[in-house]
């Protein structure tokens, strides 16, 4: 089992769709939960960042944690063509390694 | 800089030959990494250096691979006698707090 799933996608929706990314890990250490986002030729960059269940709001972007469950999930509201891109979902122990997802890509149409 | 730089962006090399790949991290990041990513794979662990601490090179593939960080800034990673194996993105990362990792652009690796 590896120790970081993440649904492979990829995802087309029209704009104003609200897009719905998934994760889920094995590693119990875990207590750092991160998106990263990654644009076409570019390095990824950090999104959103959460250490507790629960969800986490930024503006149209809601990150969800359930610890209980293993999983991980970004939604993205009222999605918009600049939103296309590849979304990693990341995590990290008290170590300074960080385990990524192989990422969704996720296209947005106009 | 504002951010981390990495060159070349792209190399093309011939199978056999040695390439080195240069990272510059944003200034005063103590932290630094580097990390490969495969087409349609997750980005894999290579190497973290910390300020003075002994680097963690657990991620290297092989032992063609090593890297430097001089004066706690500059890093080089070196892959010798390349094999089309080792074609990928190769991202450098710097960071002050250990989950907020700021990457470069990569360096695009092609082995023929």
């Known amino acids: 089992q590896k120790e970081v799933e993440q649904d492979p996608g990829p995802l087309s929706v029209p704009e104003g769709a609200i897009v719905s990314l998934n994760c889920t890990y094995s590693?119990?250490?875990?207590?750092?939960f991160m998106w990263y986002r990654q644009y076409s030729r570019k390095g990824p960059e950090l999104l959103m960042y959460t250490y507790s269940s629960g969800n986490k709001e930024d503006g149209r972007f809601t990150a969800q944690v359930d610890k209980s469950s293993k999983y991980i999930s970004l939604f993205i509201r009222d999605s918009q063509p600049s939103d296309s891109a590849t979304y990693l979902c990341a995590f990290c122990s008290n170590d300074y390694k960080l385990s990524f997802g192989a990422g969704t890509t996720v296209t947005v149409r106009a | 800089g504002a951010g981390v730089s990495q060159s070349p962006s792209n190399k093309v090399t011939e199978k056999g030959k040695d390439v080195e790949l240069r990272c510059d991290p944003i200034s005063g990041h103590t932290a630094l990494y580097w990390y490969r990513q495969s087409l349609g794979q997750g980005l894999e662990f290579l190497i973290y250096f910390q300020g003075n601490s002994a680097p963690d090179k657990s991620g290297l593939p092989s032992d063609r691979f090593s890297a430097e960080r001089t004066g706690g800034s500059v890093s080089t990673l070196t892959i010798q006698r390349t094999q089309q194996e080792d074609s990928a993105v190769y991202l450098c990362?710097?960071?002050?707090?250990?989950?907020?990792?700021?990457f470069g652009q990569g360096t695009r690796l092609t082995v023929v």
């Open positions: 990362a710097s960071s002050l707090v250990t989950f907020e990792a700021f």
């Open positions: 590693n119990s250490a875990f207590q750092y």
